[in-house]
């Protein structure tokens, strides 16, 4: 059902992909044809968002773009309980301390997304409400409309309860039900949205409303996003693909999106970055090499809106640069060819441990370009290292000072795509 003449939030969110379920298919879409407000909840397991969070808090800002009202709610009070929706054992346990502050630091990433001022969008924290709760009377005012039945029924609960679910998690759908019922109630919020593995939170919270205010509310789930290669979106062999830079360089990020597989280019332009979808469809007929000037958008635009135009700038410049330019011979080198605006991942190194001469799978162990030390010897066996842009073809190759440029640096590579910068440290 398209009205593009008149195209509403949930049309932009058909066409790009983001729609897995809405609780009533024909409602839903025309109370967007108004304005209202939604919200989603991210519970503060860690100090920064990654990328495995883009899709809903993309949504909240197409809902803001739209001319909705978004809520960011912050899970400082669900977050102390753990949310076991698509997970496959307990969460560790996390003190107020680490919920708080991992809270304080969400905050501030959701400002590159949504426009707090004027009351354009809200930024909340359960723990305001659901820490205040006396436990008596949230069983007999809450607790009562819950049927034990239907919570064991639910898809989440059923998986988690062969490998033992605690009863503190249990009360998870409670609290959420109740986060619905709170926004709706104080901040007149109409649609919750969130994972697939949300729906039954969402539909407890829809009937908790429906019983105690007699009224209707709704929910909109978004598909579990894969990658054509079947793993999970944000997820690579290092780990989490971050927001914050201090855990995922800009470079880093810029890295990830342009190494973007060949069949997922389109649907992740669609996804993360807020082209037009005209834009969008014209690149979707790219093929070949002409690819890569696809993955050039998706990488400038994905990285531009999280760490800002001047970083996305900065890191498309060093990526063309270690790619396409000449890098100065292995032995000797005296000068190393500079991207503009270089912001290539760099790590320090004691010159003492220079003038002594280190080898060089240490060299790629320590810039994180292997996992081990003897994870870096078959690297290089293999003929995967490089040296200022010469294979290594020894492991145990001592890297002198004489192999760094005039500013000290050295450019390592492991593979075709993964570069770090090694820099000379003057110590003290």
């Known amino acids: 059902m398209q009205r593009m003449e008149n195209k509403t939030v949930f049309d932009v969110f058909e066409e790009r992909g983001f729609i897995e379920k809405a609780t009533d298919e024909e409602k839903v879409p025309e109370i967007l044809e108004g304005k209202v407000t939604c919200y989603?909840?991210?519970?503060?397991?860690?100090?920064?968002?990654?990328?495995?969070?883009?899709?809903?808090?993309?949504?909240?800002?197409?809902?803001?773009?739209?001319?909705?009202?978004?809520?960011?709610?912050?899970?400082?009070?669900?977050?102390?309980?753990?949310?076991?929706?698509g997970k496959d054992e307990m969460r560790q346990m996390m003190t107020y301390e680490e919920i708080n502050r991992n809270a304080e630091a969400q905050k501030k990433q959701f400002a590159h997304f949504l426009d707090f001022s004027e009351d354009r969008a809200l930024l909340l924290n359960n723990a305001n409400w659901l820490t205040k709760l006396n436990y008596i009377e949230f069983l007999r005012d809450i607790g009562v409309h819950f049927s034990i039945n239907r919570m064991l029924a639910t898809e989440s609960v059923k998986i988690r309860l062969e490998t033992g679910l605690s009863f503190i998690e249990f009360n998870y759908q409670l609290l959420q039900a109740y986060d619905f019922w709170y926004l709706f109630k104080h901040h007149?919020?109409?649609?919750?949205?969130?994972?697939?593995?949300?729906?039954?939170?969402?539909?407890?919270?829809?009937?908790?409303?429906?019983?105690?205010?007699?009224?209707?509310?709704?929910g909109i789930t978004f598909p579990l996003i894969m990658t054509a290669d079947g793993r999970k979106?944000?997820?690579?062999?290092?780990?989490?693909?971050?927001?914050?830079?201090?855990?995922?360089?800009?470079?880093?990020?810029?890295?990830?999106?342009?190494?973007?597989?060949?069949?997922?280019?389109?649907?992740?332009?669609?996804?993360?970055?807020?082209l037009p979808m005209e834009e969008v469809e014209e690149y979707r007929k790219l093929k070949g090499a002409d690819l890569r000037k696809a993955k050039e958008i998706l990488a400038f635009e994905a990285t531009k809106i999280v760490h800002g135009e001047d970083e996305a700038e900065k890191a498309k410049n060093?990526?063309?640069?270690?790619?396409?330019?000449?890098?100065?011979?292995?032995?000797?080198?005296?000068?190393?060819?500079?991207?503009?605006?270089?912001?290539?991942?760099?790590t320090p190194i004691d010159k003492n441990k220079i003038l002594e001469g280190i080898p060089a799978f240490k060299l790629f162990e320590m810039a994180g370009l292997s996992a081990s030390g003897s994870e870096a010897r078959r690297l290089i066996e293999q003929g995967g290292a490089y040296i200022n842009?010469?294979?290594?073809?020894?492991?145990?190759?001592?890297?002198?000072?004489?192999?760094?440029d005039a500013d000290g640096a050295l450019l390592l590579r492991a593979g075709k795509k993964k570069f770090h910068k090694i820099k000379i440290a003057e110590k003290n």
């Open 389 to 404: 842009n010469k294979k290594v073809s020894k492991f145990d190759h001592l890297v002198k000072q004489e192999d760094f």
């Open 318 to 346: 060093t990526s063309r640069g270690v790619f396409v330019m000449p890098m100065p011979r292995f032995y000797g080198a005296s000068h190393t060819t500079k991207a503009e605006g270089d912001s290539l991942p760099t």
């Open 40 to 85: 989603i909840g991210f519970d503060p397991t860690a100090s920064s968002f990654h990328v495995g969070n883009l899709v809903p808090i993309m949504s909240l800002a197409h809902m803001q773009r739209n001319g909705h009202r978004p809520v960011a709610l912050v899970g400082g009070g669900t977050g102390l309980v753990g949310d076991p929706s």
């Open 188 to 218: 007149d919020c109409l649609i919750q949205m969130g994972g697939s593995d949300q729906w039954g939170n969402i539909v407890a919270g829809i009937d908790l409303i429906r019983r105690l205010e007699g009224k209707q509310a709704y």
């Open 233 to 274: 979106m944000g997820k690579t062999e290092k780990g989490a693909v971050w927001l914050d830079p201090q855990r995922t360089s800009p470079y880093e990020y810029y890295q990830f999106w342009i190494n973007t597989d060949d069949r997922d280019v389109g649907r992740f332009l669609a996804l993360f970055t807020f």
